[in-house]
């Protein structure tokens, strides 16, 4: 769980009509600049490392020869959370992720379950496909409105931007961690066996 | 678990011992400064928390009190995380399943 860090994160509306923060994020989803994940860019980190829970789309890695990135780093604007970080350990191949977005974005069940069966995973059902495709095409489309004219297809990857007051220029968090966001989020990427969660000890 | 994190456990030893003394100052300020806030605050709920099913119920019902500014809903909000106490501020088991 996370609350705000300051006031200062949040738009003058403060909290929108559910009664959830309304934190008023850097542009370009967060991204310093998005990249697009490709075939020829292979990019899914070995573990990726989200603090929140694993319903998100967005997360980092964890770093092979240094401390987790701090939430500075990340550009998240809540009290830090040990209890709120999960890791996960990519058990599926590069290809496999590919083929598997490919399946779902050309809604494509029979090919997907083949994917599946192949790996060792439980099949998926018509409802499923239908969330799974439903989940992919508002990535997209978001992925348009909020960074523009880039190829979200699998996903997108760089560094957290800064988070700075826009009228101010004041610094609030630094950013520059590396940040991805895929079409799935990291719940799905392990039921359809991309990624395994990884025991965190506190 | 830092140690097989970063591979090297003097390496880990390091980070946790520069971690302890960077942290130790403010954190003392902290939270001299939160617990008379949080009293100060906690006027404004009936019952804090006292597991993250409740936090996050409880969480969604400040946000939409009329009564509050922001600033005491931020700090409000806060009270609230700091009064579950440290094991007990994981994702709530309702968001938590693995499903499409």
């Excluded at chain 1, 997907?112 to 239908?130: A, F, Q, R």
């Excluded at chain 1, 495709?133 to 997209?140: C, E, L």
């Amino acid at each position: 769980m996370h609350v705000p860090a300051d006031v200062k994160f949040l738009t003058d509306m403060g909290f929108d009509l559910s009664g959830r923060p309304d934190y008023n994020w850097p542009k370009r989803w967060g991204f310093k600049e998005a990249k697009p994940i490709q075939r020829t860019a292979k990019v899914l980190p070995i573990i990726l490392m989200r603090s929140g829970y694993l319903g998100g789309n967005t997360f980092t890695e964890l770093p092979a020869n240094r401390i987790p990135y701090t939430y500075d780093e990340m550009s998240l604007p809540f009290k830090p959370n040990v209890e709120a970080s999960h890791q996960a350990v990519r058990i599926g191949s590069i290809e496999f992720y590919f083929n598997i977005i490919d399946a779902i974005r050309n809604n494509d069940m029979e090919t997907l379950n083949v994917l599946l069966k192949s790996n060792g995973i439980e099949s998926v059902n018509e409802v499923d496909m239908t969330r799974l495709v439903a989940s992919y095409f508002d990535f997209v489309q978001k992925a348009k409105e909020l960074v523009g004219d880039v190829d979200a297809t699998y996903g997108l990857y760089g560094v957290a931007e800064k988070w700075i007051n826009e009228q101010t220029g004041e610094i609030y968090l630094n950013g520059g961690a590396p940040q991805y966001t895929l079409p799935l989020s990291i719940m799905q990427l392990i039921r359809l066996g991309i990624y395994r969660e990884k025991e965190i000890s506190q | 678990m830092l140690s097989e994190i970063v591979g090297d456990a003097s390496l880990a030893q390091a980070y946790v011992d520069e971690e302890y003394l960077l942290t130790q100052e403010p954190m003392a300020k902290i939270d001299s400064e939160r617990s008379v806030g949080d009293n100060e605050i906690a006027k404004y709920i009936n019952k804090m928390p006292t597991t993250p099913e409740e936090f996050y119920a409880s969480a969604l019902e400040v946000g939409k009190r009329s009564d509050l500014t922001v600033e005491q809903k931020v700090r409000l909000l806060q009270a609230m995380y700091y009064a579950l106490g440290e094991g007990n501020r994981k994702v709530c088991t309702c968001r938590q399943t693995l499903s499409f």
